[in-house]
């Protein structure tokens, strides 16, 4: 199943099943918005992939709204925006909130501890509609994706930018409504139509996101993906798409050819290109203008077209329900393989996730969405209907915030305790074997689990600043008074994750440390094996070392795998390191900590800390001859240090260690456990350095 990152699950565009009998209902495009949700739920339940399927539910969304507005401003209607807005947050809000408490009591029940913080910020971020930058902000993050599994509610960054649209779209057609108007007193709007003035303002935006969309793609996909300024454009084109449509008058025959082009289009776009990593950029225009040429096709008149595919009942009711399916089938996948621990569904586990998706979509639109729908009462006045919508909110930011509460109290409870009760690393050292380790809460707590990268007190300053960009994220410790020894840590989070001792130990002895980091980039020479961004960032900063000549260089010497070769040499490592070690530097390498199939502190939550399979044999780990033995003597200078046997002991490497996390995902050793190996950490330096 596609990481956090990559998942598009589009929703149900339209905001409500539109009655039959309502002017300019077309209910091939009803149809379209069921097909278009069937190949979403088909790929993301057995193919795992992005089926570019919500971009046709953002160009279908703005169709329909801009249908609407266009109607009521030439019909000479006031747009009254404000409610407007409430009653479409009445309609949009109560199958929210139902679905997010949904997910809500799936979480308590089934993900584990650490991943319940994330969820109720997300909640959060779904009920005020700016999940989607939560998002963006998280998958340009290296280090907060390590630990986090797809979550239940991700899928609300499409409904978020949605959200967004919908109130900025008004204000579009208001304006433009407003100049139309003005240009009609001063006799210029007998030449200048509504549908000008608003096909002019979606151009302009059209042109302007799309080329915003390609440059951010190109530059950081990560973050563009989830931008809603990178999606407009899929919106403005479908309002041209209204607005153009009274003036294409395709024959019969070019509607059936348009119609079944755009479906074949449509379906083949996740199959044919990869969409997940290239959108939302211009490949984005193969799915929604398949959408498009489906729309202009329209009622062809011809037992051959599409029409007769897309409003057949069966359909056109499933995209009566499309919102609402859209909603389920994304959380009671993510927690049904959570539930079951597995990866992805077989056949007949996806058939029952799917079954259930629309069993839940139908009771939830037949018995909150209808009945809210219909309710009179709100209609009537405007405040009724925004007393309605605080209560639906009120619903779900109850519980979130108890909730959120508790683990803060958690959290408290459990960095509170006696240090004596926590010993960490300390448990293991000679003096301390064979005594057992006092009951405890183990710390940290779950919700601090992100907190726990090591802490470097900020950008480089002064003299240490780079000039070459790719080094722009250069951090460093304050620096002391008296400046004794200068040292600059090279590599990826690995070696980070030793500034947890490392800087405490530094500010005890004056030394000054400078971190050059750079997730998933182990230091060493330039090698094929890496790829050539992290070969760029190590020799730009093999060129700060030698333009700045530390005292010493700081690195991680060996490169653990989850699978077999447990652990290896790093590539080229020795030939990276010797250009410093000629130079006159000393260089430290340090051991590698194990990497492992499955999230530590998630198997102690799921199955207790001494459970067999959190507690993984030193073979299935580390290499049995350190790699670091086929250092030694080799380049004067080189000082190693094997921190190896306060982390694993007895032959195995256990997910909790004197009653502190070990590790903080599947990878990377805790900032609490870290600073409980200081002691050890600096006896091992100072003996292998000879440094004081």
């Not at 997910?103 to 909640?123: F, S």
């Not at 290296?142 to 978020?160: E, I, K, N, R």
């Amino acid at each position: 199943m596609s990481n956090e990152r990559t998942i598009a699950t589009p929703q149900a565009a339209a905001v409500d099943a539109q009655t039959r009998a309502r002017p300019g209902y077309r209910p091939e495009v009803q149809g379209l918005r069921a097909l278009a949700v069937l190949m979403v739920v088909t790929y993301h339940v057995w193919l795992g992939r992005v089926s570019g399927g919500v971009d046709i539910f953002l160009l279908i969304s703005a169709f329909l709204m801009t249908l609407s507005f266009a109607r009521k401003v030439e019909g000479g209607k006031p747009l009254r925006l404000l409610r407007h807005w409430l009653h479409l947050l009445k309609r949009l809000l109560p199958a929210v909130v139902v679905v997010i408490l949904g997910v809500l009591a799936g979480t308590r029940l089934i993900l584990p501890e650490n991943r319940w913080p994330d969820v109720l910020d997300q909640a959060w971020a779904s009920l005020w509609y700016r999940q989607n930058w939560l998002l963006a902000d998280t998958a340009v993050d290296y280090y907060a994706q390590d630990h986090s599994g797809a979550s239940p509610l991700q899928h609300f960054w499409s409904l978020s930018i949605q959200g967004q649209v919908f109130l900025l779209w008004p204000l579009v057609f208001a304006a433009a409504a407003l100049l139309w108007r003005f240009l009609r007193r001063t006799g210029l709007g007998d030449r200048v139509s509504y549908a000008a003035l608003l096909a002019a303002a979606f151009g302009a935006i059209f042109v302007a996101s799309l080329v915003f969309s390609i440059g951010q793609t190109a530059t950081n996909q990560s973050y563009a993906y989830f931008d809603t300024r990178t999606r407009l454009w899929e919106f403005a084109l479908g309002s041209l798409l209204a607005l153009a449509l009274p003036h294409l008058k395709p024959g019969k025959t070019l509607r059936v050819v348009l119609g079944w082009t755009g479906v074949a289009a449509m379906l083949s776009c996740g199959l044919l290109l990869t969409v997940d990593r290239a959108f939302p950029g211009f490949i984005a225009l193969w799915p929604t203008l398949a959408a498009a040429a489906i729309i202009v096709a329209g009622q062809s008149g011809s037992r051959f077209g599409v029409d007769r595919f897309l409003t057949w009942k069966p359909l056109v009711a499933l995209g009566d329900n499309s919102y609402a399916l859209y909603l389920w089938h994304w959380p009671l996948l993510v927690l049904g393989l959570a539930g079951m621990g597995i990866p992805a569904p077989d056949l007949v586990q996806g058939l029952a996730i799917v079954a259930a998706s629309i069993v839940l979509a139908v009771l939830t639109t037949r018995f909150v969405e209808k009945p809210l729908r219909e309710w009179h009462w709100p209609q009537r006045r405007v405040w009724r209907t925004a007393v309605v919508i605080a209560a639906c909110g009120a619903l779900l930011a109850g519980p979130v915030s108890v909730w959120q509460s508790r683990i803060l109290a958690d959290e408290a409870a459990a960095a509170a305790q006696p240090r004596e009760l926590t010993p960490g690393a300390a448990a293991l050292s000679p003096e301390n074997a064979g005594k057992p380790t006092p009951d405890a809460r183990i710390i940290p707590a779950p919700a601090a689990m992100k907190n726990e990268w090591a802490d470097i007190d900020g950008l480089c300053t002064e003299d240490n600043v780079p000039s070459d960009p790719l080094l722009a994220g250069c951090l460093q410790n304050s620096r002391p008074d008296t400046v004794t020894k200068r040292i600059v840590v090279l590599g990826d989070s690995h070696a980070q994750q030793y500034m947890a001792a490392l800087g405490p130990v530094a500010r005890s002895h004056g030394w000054e440390v400078v971190a050059l980091l750079k997730g998933n980039c182990r230091f060493g020479g330039e090698s094929p094996e890496r790829d050539a961004e992290c070969n760029a960032f190590n020799q730009a900063s093999a060129k700060y070392v030698l333009d700045r000549r530390p005292d010493a260089v700081f690195t991680v010497a060996s490169l653990t795998h989850k699978d077999a070769p447990f652990e290896t040499e790093v590539p080229d490592y020795l030939e990276g390191i010797q250009a410093f070690t000629g130079a006159g530097m000393e260089v430290v390498g340090i051991r590698d900590n194990p990497r492992f199939n499955m999230n530590m502190p998630e198997c102690v939550q799921k199955n207790g800390p001494e459970a067999p399979k959190c507690r993984v044999p030193l073979q299935e780990s580390l290499a049995d001859s350190s790699p670091l033995d086929a250092y030694r003597g080799r380049v004067p200078g080189l000082h190693l240090m094997d921190l190896s046997d306060f982390i694993c002991a007895d032959g195995m490497c256990p997910a909790v260690v004197g009653n502190v996390y070990v590790y903080k995902d599947d990878n990377h050793l805790t900032k609490t456990y870290v600073q409980s190996m200081i002691p050890m950490f600096e006896q091992r330096l100072l003996a292998a350095t000879g440094w004081s």
